[in-house]
Every structure is written in C-alpha cells, then in structure tokens.
C-alpha cells in the first residue's frame, strides 16, 4: 500500500468519514496537553469538544479504567520533559471519567517522575513508572486501584523507566528504559526484577494479545549514531528473553501500539538538530503501520510534528496519534490507511498535545 501525505491544510471530514465513525457515538477520546495543563475530552464520533480538565502541571499519560470508569493521569515535572525540566512531580490525579470532575490527587512522594502507567483490572492493580532517586533506581510503584493507595514498588535498575507494559495475565512487567540499554522484566506476583533484555535505549512498547511477542520502539536519541541502535521496532520473545526481528523505519520511533485488528503502529519522529531547542528542529512525523502477524510493512500517514503516543478505537479502524510539538491529535482510517481528520490540543506554550486514553461509552 503506497505511503499517503497528509496535507495540514486539508483536515477536512466528509460527509462519508463522518458517516464511518457513527458507530462511535458516545465513546470519547481523552487528550493531555502537557503545558495546559488539562485533559481534553472529544467526542470520538464528531471530534466536537466535549470538556477540559485542569490538572497539577505537566501531565504525561494517561490510564482507562473501565470498570470504575476513572482516567488516571501521571505529572512527571514542574516543566519541561525528560532531562530538560525545572524539578521533578511527584502527583497522580485521579479523574470520573463520565462527569470529567477531578476526583483525587494522589502524592507518591518520595517517589517521583510518575509517567508510564498500565492497568491489570483483573487483580485491581495499576503499575506507574518512577524515576531513580540519590537513594535507589528508578521502578514501577503498584497502586490499588480501589482504595488509590501504594501497595510497594518494584526496582527496574535503571535511571528513567519511561513506559510500562504488562503481559495479558498480568504477570509479568516489561519497563523501557531511555538511558540503560536494556528492557527490564519484572514478576509482578513476587515484586521481583527477573531479566533484562538487550536494547539500544528503549521507548514505547507493546505486548501482543498472546503474550509472546514484546514490539519495543527505539532507540532512544542520545543513542542515535551508536553501534546497534538503528531506528526500528525490537521484537522481544518472552520465552527466552531475547531480541528475534527488527522491524526497520526511516528514523527514530516513540510510541508503539498495538490494535485489536492486529496492526502494529509506531510513531515516527523527523527531526533536525537545532541550537534553538533540545528538542531540535521538528518536522511533520509518520504513523507506520505494520502487521502484527507477517511484521509486513503496511504502509505509513503524514502526522503532526514529534508524534508521541498512539492509541486505538476499540474496533480497531481508527488510530489516533498526539504529536507534541504542533499539539496535534491526527485520527487516521487505519482499514485505507487515509487521514480522516485532525484535532488542535489548547496549550500554553511548548509541549502540548501527549497522552492518549479511549473511553467507550458506558454499556
């Protein structure tokens, strides 16, 4: 399938786009805007927005519970982002999802940096990356969702675990790590770091439905150039805790995700070093489709500038892509791999548009 551009001036939705997404009447898209701060809620099927939430300052990701439909959302610094920020936070906010009021601030003091999250709804628990401290390296602190309080942490021996993800059984934990070249395995039943799987300094990640495979994006950027750190996908095998494919890109990847349609989505970051920003020069981004089976090149869509988390309609039809630099929501037909529309995220200054949670209307 040949790639398609995505013009910035021509986000407009037809009459049949619109037509195409009335199955998802009711359901909402919720977005944080990391210098809102605030969390925005759109209607998925309309892109009309819904509400704002203000939230503690630079919120990262966010986390849908559907049984106790409540959003948790992580703020990892006072300002800016990794390595370039004015102090670490410390707070998890806690969010009713259906009347979009504020219900808790949580402080996980002394940890801090909160920003990967993942929900095992099953046994209740919701893991949430920390950074390292003077005092022990970074982990992931467990959260009882019914009572939102800590339960313990789990050490992942690394400075910055950035993104977790659990296995479907919930229990096993893999944690990316920017700086250490390698993923931590972690048993969530005895709280233990079991393994660490060889990668050039890690990003977003993804566990297939069957538990066997781990898609890990990469490499980080202060790895680029390195030996071994070519831009691509790592297909981990969770038997033997090792690296077995790698899927390659035209440059450096962030978020992964994986749909329930069986598509592997990956974001991909163009950009050119610039005195004026750590962050560089951005360029619009890409959303890189792959199958999940064959790892086959599907094809790839223009997004906004650094894209940076992914996620999915619950059928699996349409992705949805927060790029932060242009403060972008993209929703991309990922069936023809066309852009469907594009959603402008409020912010204050830079970064803007980040996290990503799908909320499906009440049953």
Same mark, same amino acid.
């Given at each position: ?6 013009? !910035? ?6 009459? &049949? ?12 898209? !919720?977005? $944080? ?43 990892? /610094?006072?300002?800016? /982002? ?22 808790? $601030?949580?402080?996980? !003091? ?11 709804? =099953?046994?209740?628990?919701? @893991?949430?990356? $920390? ?8 982990? =992931?602190? =467990?959260?009882?969702? #019914? ?13 910055? *675990? ?11 934990? @893999?944690?990316?790590? +920017? ?5 931590? =395995? ?14 050039? &300094? ?9 538990? !066997? ?6 490499? @980080?950027?202060?790895?680029?150039? +390195?030996?071994? #750190?070519?831009?691509?996908?790592? $297909? ?18 962030? *978020?992964?995700?994986?749909?329930? &349609? ?84 409020? +912010? ?16």
């Amino acid at each position: 399938m040949p790639n398609t551009p995505l013009d !910035a001036r021509a986000h407009l939705d037809t009459r &049949g786009q619109l037509d195409a997404r009335a199955h998802l009447a009711g359901d909402v898209l !919720a977005v $944080v805007s990391q210098s809102g701060p605030t969390v925005s809620f759109f209607d998925a099927a309309t892109d009309a927005l819904l509400d704002t939430v203000e939230v503690p300052a630079q919120p990262h990701e966010l986390c849908f519970d559907p049984t106790q439909r409540l959003l948790w959302c992580t703020s990892a /610094y006072r300002s800016g /982002y990794y390595n370039a920020h004015d102090g670490h936070s410390t707070e998890l906010t806690v969010i009713d999802a259906d009347t979009r009021t504020v219900v808790e $601030v949580i402080d996980l !003091a002394p940890e801090h940096g909160p920003h990967g999250l993942a929900l095992d709804p =099953v046994r209740g628990r919701l @893991y949430v990356s $920390v950074e390292a401290s003077a005092h022990r390296p970074g982990g =992931v602190v =467990v959260v009882d969702t #019914a009572t939102r309080r800590p339960l313990g942490r789990i050490d992942t021996d690394a400075p910055g *675990p950035h993104w977790f993800a659990i296995s479907p059984d919930g229990r096993t934990g @893999y944690a990316t790590n +920017k700086e250490a070249p390698y993923v931590s =395995v972690v048993d969530l039943d005895r709280g233990t770091l079991t393994a660490k799987i060889t990668v050039p &300094g890690s990003e977003g990640l993804a566990v297939s439905a069957d538990g !066997a495979r781990v898609y890990v994006g990469g490499p @980080y950027l202060g790895f680029a150039g +390195k030996p071994d #750190a070519a831009p691509g996908i790592r $297909v981990l095998d969770t038997r033997t805790a090792s690296v077995v494919d790698v899927l390659p890109t035209g440059s450096a990847v962030l *978020p992964v995700h994986l749909t329930s &349609g069986g598509r592997l989505l990956a974001g991909e970051i163009h950009a050119t070093t610039s005195p004026d920003s750590p962050l560089g020069r951005q360029d619009p981004g890409c959303l890189t489709v792959f199958s999940a089976a064959t790892h086959r090149r599907l094809g790839s869509v223009e997004v906004g500038r650094f894209p940076l988390t992914i996620t999915s309609s619950p059928d699996g039809r349409f992705g949805y892509v927060a790029s932060v630099v242009s403060s972008t929501v993209d929703v991309v037909d990922l069936d023809t791999l066309t852009p469907v529309t594009r959603l402008t995220v409020p +912010k204050l200054a830079e970064p803007g548009a980040h996290g990503l949670a799908y909320l499906p209307r009440p049953a």
